[in-house]
DNA sequence: AATACGGGGTC
DNA sequence: GACCCAGTATT
């Protein structure tokens, strides 16, 4: 593809080179403690925080980080454990998919000698591993001069280089490609990558930038034209309808009973509270749910004791958990199945399940611990 | 080009 | 609530 010559015309070889040696001046002065930030910088370390790190913040990602590579220290380790350990390990993080295609992607570098590829387009035939991942550990595991563009990125360069020359959402991203991939500089190419991420992070925030403490304030062109609050335009979402879930927390002595969720989908691979999607949201679309669940569950639905709904709103979806409770006689085995206990003891679930869970303990189950013997005949 | 995919931070 | 986050893969 040929440079366009529009968006790039005010990028200068002088610009560049200041843009560079006030961003990496920022950096060695203001730059977080983060765990994975070693010298030298461990591949593995690298890679497992970069894929966690995709659409999640980095507070978020600091705790399951070191709990991850305390239980799986490198890439041998982890494609030897069963994907069973590495969803408990990252249960309540979110994109499930991200562990699978870690785990994949760790069983084929093992099965060649563990030894990471590391360029770019080597890392991005690994799964799970993007355009902007490649970057990131091309750039901060192995030095390449590499470029990335993120959210962050792409915020911080729409501001500088406003206005890019593409209209819409995706060519602007393409011009930050094409600007990232021209300032990435051959020394330190990890840190000024990491610099720009974090100045976007911390400095240049979607809304109401910290102009004042940004080493590139004087050469930010949104901010000259007083339009940093402005730029780049909000990404409008869609309104997400809501569905109903009946979901039902079957009790025996202490135990719960869990289905495994089927591969593909929205919590793949996770352990869950069985539950069943309501066609919509009549009463009696819910009571079908909830009589379509009782029978895979193996109980009479009049023994099924509502005790609250939980609300999820997700990217793209809101959910509202009709939650049941009901004992059963049998400890039924069946593939897909367990029983564990309340607390759960490690085992990997979503956060929605966690909430069920936490109602029935709050709520529900102290009542029907105290009804129990009156259920039983 | 649009959509699925979680969960939490922040205003 | 809206909007975003060190995105990727699929359709």
Known sequence: MPIDESSLSVLTR????????RLL??????????????????????????????????????????????????????????????????????????????????????????????????????????????????????????ALVDGNVARVLSRAFHPLSGAGDAEQRADCWRIAERLVPAERPGDFNQALMELGATCCTPAAPRCADCPLRRS???????????????RRRLAASTVEVVALVALRRGEVLLERRPAGGLWAGL???????????????VRGALERLASRVGVAPSACRPVGEIRRTLTHRRLRFHVYVAWVDRRVRRDGWRWAKQSLDGIGVSRAAQAVLELVRRGGAVRATARQPARRD
Do not use: K, N
Not at 227 to 232: A, E, F, L, Y
Not at 271 to 285: I, L, T
């Open 271 to 285: 352990w869950d509270v069985p539950s069943e999607v309501a066609a919509g949201a009549s009463a009696d679309e």
């Open 220 to 234: 930010c062109a949104a901010r000259r034209a007083g339009v940093q609050d402005r730029v780049p335009p909000a």
């Open 25 to 146: 001046a920022w950096y060695d002065a203001s730059r977080r403690d983060l765990p994975w930030r070693r010298d030298p910088p461990d591949p593995y370390h690298i890679w497992v925080s970069e894929v966690m790190l995709q659409q999640t913040q980095v507070a978020t990602v600091v705790p399951y980080w070191r709990r991850f590579v305390r239980r799986f220290p490198d890439v041998q380790s982890l494609a030897a454990a069963p994907i069973e350990e590495v969803l408990r390990a990252w249960g309540g993080l979110g994109y499930y998919r991200r562990a699978h295609q870690l785990h994949a992607a760790a069983r084929e570098l093992a099965a060649r000698g563990g030894t990471f590829p590391r360029d770019v387009p080597a890392l991005e035939r690994l799964p799970g591993i993007g355009r902007y991942t490649a970057g990131a550990i091309a750039s901060i595991a192995f030095g390449r001069r590499a």
């Open 14 to 21: 002088s610009r560049s080179a200041t843009i560079r040696a």
